[in-house]
């Protein structure tokens, strides 16, 4: 698609503008396992691309997408793009100008069958009779181009892996784990195997316990989900409106003092370069949150027009469809100052969460969701299942105690690379 | 979209396979959404893509090929790139593929396009204010429209050529509230399928009303105690309890992969009889209704548990093949990108005898439930968790004081032994949602009139 043509012909004829367009070629496969008997169950093959235009006109903004690459389709679309931003407030949006290309290509190759094969065997061979597994590969292509002149693009290509076994005692249980890499020679499908199978044991024929003063841990998936839930608080427009507790808390500490949170371009262990975001703006690496005290909210292109601030790098666009949302690309989750998990006498891994979306109000605080784990007493474990955690989240992140020394990246709509950490003040209903 | 005989041409292709199964699936969505927030007008968005996807069956394996911005030769391509990667094909030389034309049995009521942007703008503005009118306390508000038309083309193996328009639209209101140290959060949403008429069903008062109300009593809400208690699940919006803790494990994919606590207990009973619980494409104008389903059958209403004695599963086409459970048309996807998979449509409790005044005067000391934020269920277990984001104590047979946000937590089997009193029809109403499967979200409709349960965890204080 010709980005260049269709942008000078928006700077000629319509004012600012951008347009973001993405192709992706994904292949997966996957197997299921069912009394020790392995099939094939899914191939899933896809070639996608689109495009989403912004027109902004006297400083309204207003948005369309399609995905027909013909010229009079792409006009049209572009011509929806006008005709939106004919609505809403005008905001003075200054257009970035930036040039870059990003890039993270495959190490290595690996063929989908090969991993699912193994998986299969290594399964199979610890006992267990009952499982699903997939792989996969993805390439995926961005391009974004202004009419101030940015030109960015970023292309990348990653296996992923996900397996999740059912195991077996009175009752059943099942979890999950996956990886995602872009040198699929170096997957340790042994490991993969081996944490999915820990979560499924961990909460296995659990007991339902109540206790109070019990420090809870929540596993790495389940930490990245809570994390990514809460980040929306830190986002410029939501601080700015009100729609936060830490509405006019900037510079106040408002958490822990053994944390802070930093928002980061790349990372070791994350897979991807995020040196640009969707709207073209470079991603500065920058504090959140400092030794528990709030350093400054992120602000996507429009928020920050709205608010006389500069934008952080947040424009984040889940498919050419969307327009841009004000989300992280990468949180790094630092504690300091505190003992590890090994000093505390017994605590809960939690490694399953249900409900978070409707149990947590990010907003108060409140929350009130479903858990199961493992209760973890020196080298006694003790599974839980059913019970409650309840309290108040930002109370609760006020009471960081020990933290693991290594970290862990996992991927979700925001990177969140993180040690685990141990929370005081959870209420845990059997 | 595409001719009929030219889709015919690419089935003939696919059926050069002799699958167990195929269908072309052909789609054009746009989409339109408009934000209020702040007092302003934000985020206008309007947009089209148009795709195909092919999926063939062999031997209970699915493979499945997008087709993106499809022409005529893409289809043929990905159909013979599907052949080559089967490796089963078995044409039967001279086997003609036909067509026959699917009648839809949903009549479908005219509806309003929308068609320029700016024309839900009062609307939006009018909820602005009403919520922000209600109490002195709101401090925001956020409005939205969005409305999604899908028109799409489907054929099958069994030679089934469906075409249908489908048009969905939601409004919904979110008012935060503050007391100047603590904020809380009320919302309302309702959304059918058609179009703005949806609008005047549904004026901007009731909706911002109906999210202020929740907003500003949760200021003062107290904090709802720990422990089992009998609860009355609303009308509507109670409804998602038996979406998520019952509905969901009897899809018939949860069935065969033993990943279901429904598992093998067709013709048990599970519930009194005074619980009948349908899943059902048909309902006029509701949220979760297609005339189709998304693998090109006709679609229908589903009995699952009748009198309380479990009668079906929910079935896609794969599904009833690998498994014999018969076929209920639940298949269903989110669009053409993805693959169909058996997916509730509209799932209620069907209305009963009892009243909601003798639920009442009935329970001590319990919960009023009317509004979730929605939950999650471990369908091997049956444990569930639920967010209720509008309930208020009820104390010697009277409603008293609104609660915080609290969750209820159990199992869909004993809440489905427990239930006690179902009440009429007076009392049903229907809530639209979006159902997460897969990777996938469809729009899922619940229903149910005032429904008694004796006992539920409450993860309260």
Redesign the interface.
């Known amino acids: 698609m010709e980005l260049k043509k269709y942008i000078d012909y928006i700077a000629k004829d319509k004012g600012d503008g951008d347009i973001f367009y993405t192709h992706s070629t994904s292949k997966t496969i996957r197997m299921?396992c069912?009394d020790g008997k392995v099939?094939?169950?899914?191939?899933?093959?896809?070639?996608?691309?689109?495009y989403?235009v912004r027109i902004f006109k006297e400083g309204r903004?207003?948005?369309?997408?399609?995905?027909?690459?013909d010229e009079e389709s792409v006009l049209q679309?572009i011509d929806?793009a006008e005709?939106?931003?004919?609505?809403?407030?005008p905001l003075a949006v200054e257009l970035p100008r930036n040039e870059g290309k990003q890039e993270e290509s495959a190490k290595s190759e690996r063929d989908l069958n090969e991993i699912l094969e193994t998986i299969s065997e290594i399964f199979l061979s610890k006992g267990v009779k009952?499982f699903?597994a997939t792989a996969g590969i993805e390439t995926s292509f961005w391009q974004l181009v202004n009419t101030a002149g940015t030109d960015v693009t970023s292309s990348e290509s990653g296996y992923s892996v996900v397996v999740m076994p059912?195991v077996s005692g009175e009752?059943?249980?099942?979890n999950y784990w996956f990886s995602v890499t872009n040198d699929p020679q170096t997957l340790d499908l042994n490991e993969i195997v081996l944490r999915s199978l820990n979560r499924a044991y961990s909460s296995l024929d659990g007991k339902s316990m109540s206790f109070k003063g019990l420090p809870v841990v929540f596993d790495s998936l389940e930490w990245a989900e809570l994390l990514g839930f809460l980040l929306d608080s830190f986002g410029g427009k939501n601080v700015e409106?009100?729609?936060s507790?830490f509405?006019g808390k900037v510079g106040q500490r408002v958490l822990s003092e053994h944390l802070s949170l930093k928002l980061e371009n790349s990372h070791p262990k994350v897979l991807g370069k995020y040196f640009f975001d969707h709207e073209g703006v470079s991603v500065k690496p920058a504090f959140l949150l400092k030794d528990g005290t709030f350093v400054e909210p992120y602000y996507g292109l429009?928020a920050a027009a709205e608010f006389g601030k500069e934008p952080t790098g947040v424009g984040h666009r889940f498919s050419f469809?969307t327009?841009p949302n004000d989300v992280p690309f990468i949180c790094h989750v630092q504690v300091q100052g505190l003992p590890s998990l090994d000093s505390l006498d017994k605590y809960l891994l939690v490694t399953?969460l249900?409900?978070i979306?409707?149990?947590l109000?990010a907003?108060?605080g409140?929350f009130?969701?479903?858990a199961d784990g493992t209760l973890v007493s020196g080298a006694e474990r003790v599974p839980l299942?059913?019970i409650?955690l309840?309290g108040n989240i930002w109370d609760v992140l006020n009471n960081i105690i020990a933290a693991t020394p290594e970290e862990e990246a996992v991927p979700s709509s925001t990177w969140l690379v993180s040690p685990l950490v141990a929370l005081d003040g959870i209420t845990v209903?059997g | 979209m595409f001719a009929k005989d030219d889709l015919q041409k690419v089935a003939q292709e696919l059926s050069d396979i002799t699958p167990d199964f195929f269908d072309i699936f052909i789609e054009e969505r746009s989409?339109k959404s408009?934000v209020l927030?702040?007092q302003?007008?934000?985020?206008?968005?309007?947009?089209?893509?148009?795709?195909a996807s092919l999926r063939v069956i062999v031997n209970?394996?699915?493979?499945?090929?997008?087709v993106?911005?499809p022409t005529l030769e893409g289809m043929f391509n990905a159909a013979r790139?599907l052949k080559s990667?089967v490796k089963h094909t078995v044409a039967e030389p001279g086997k003609v593929f036909t067509i026959k034309t699917v009648e839809p049995p949903l009549k479908k009521n005219p509806w309003t396009p929308w068609q320029?942007?700016?024309e839900v703008?009062d609307y939006l503005k009018a909820t602005d204010e009403c919520a922000r009118s209600y109490d002195p306390k709101v401090?925001?508000v956020t409005s939205y429209i969005n409305q999604e038309v899908s028109r799409v083309q489907i054929l099958n193996s069994l030679g089934n050529f469906a075409e249908e328009e489908r048009s969905r639209t939601r409004a919904f209101c979110l008012v935060?509230a503050?007391d100047g140290t603590?904020?809380?959060?009320g919302s309302d949403n309702q959304g059918k399928i058609g179009g703005l008429e949806l609008l005047a069903h549904y004026p901007p008062e009731s909706l911002a009303a109906n999210a202020a109300k929740v907003a500003v009593s949760k200021l003062s809400a107290v904090t709802a105690p720990?422990g089992e208690f009998p609860v009355i699940l609303g009308p509507g919006f109670g409804g998602v309890i038996f979406h998520e803790a019952i509905g969901h494990s009897l899809e018939a994919d949860g069935i065969r992969?033993?990943?279901s606590v429904m598992r093998g207990k067709l013709g048990e009973r599970l519930a009194s009889p005074k619980v009948t619980l349908i899943d059902s494409g048909i309902v006029p104008d509701e949220w979760g209704s297609n005339a189709f389903d998304d693998e090109g059958f006709p679609n229908q209403e589903t009995v699952l548990i009748k009198d309380g004695i479990l009668v079906s599963y929910m079935s896609d086409y794969l599904e009833h093949l690998l498994t014999g459970f018969p076929h209920t048309a639940n298949g269903r996807r989110e669009s053409y990108?993805y693959?169909p998979y058996p997916r509730m449509r509209n799932t209620f409790i069907k209305p009963g005898k009892d009243t909601f005044e003798d639920m009442l005067t009935s329970i001590k000391k319990g919960l009023l439930a009317l509004k979730?934020?929605?939950?999650?269920?471990?369908p091997?277990?049956g444990?569930?968790?639920?967010?209720v984001?509008e309930g208020y104590l009820i104390e010697d047979g009277k409603v008293t004081s609104p609660i915080?946000?609290?969750?209820m937590?159990g199992?869909g089997l004993t809440i489905l032994e427990n239930i006690e009193a179902v009440s009429g029809e007076e009392d049903m109403d229907f809530m639209p949602g979006m159902c997460g499967k897969e990777g996938q979200s469809v729009p899922a409709g619940i229903g149910e009139p005032y429904v008694m349960v004796s006992r539920i965890?409450i993860?309260?204080?």
């Open positions: 299921g069912l099939f094939l169950e899914e191939v899933s093959s896809k070639e996608t691309s689109g989403g903004t207003g948005f369309s997408f399609g995905n027909k690459t679309t929806y005709q939106a931003s004919q609505l809403g407030e009952k699903e059912v009752g059943e249980n099942a409106r009100q729609k507790c509405s429009a469809r327009q399953s249900k409900g979306h409707s149990g109000n907003v108060s409140a009130s969701i479903g299942s059913g409650t309840s209903t | 989409n408009l927030e702040s302003k007008l934000e985020r206008p968005s309007a947009g089209t893509v148009f795709g209970g394996a699915t493979y499945f090929s997008v993106d911005n790139e990667s320029e942007l700016g703008a401090v925001q935060y503050s603590a904020v809380e959060v720990s992969k033993q990943v990108e693959i979730f934020g929605g939950g999650q269920v471990d091997v277990t444990n569930f968790i639920f967010g984001t915080k946000d609290v969750s937590v199992n965890l993860g309260g204080e």
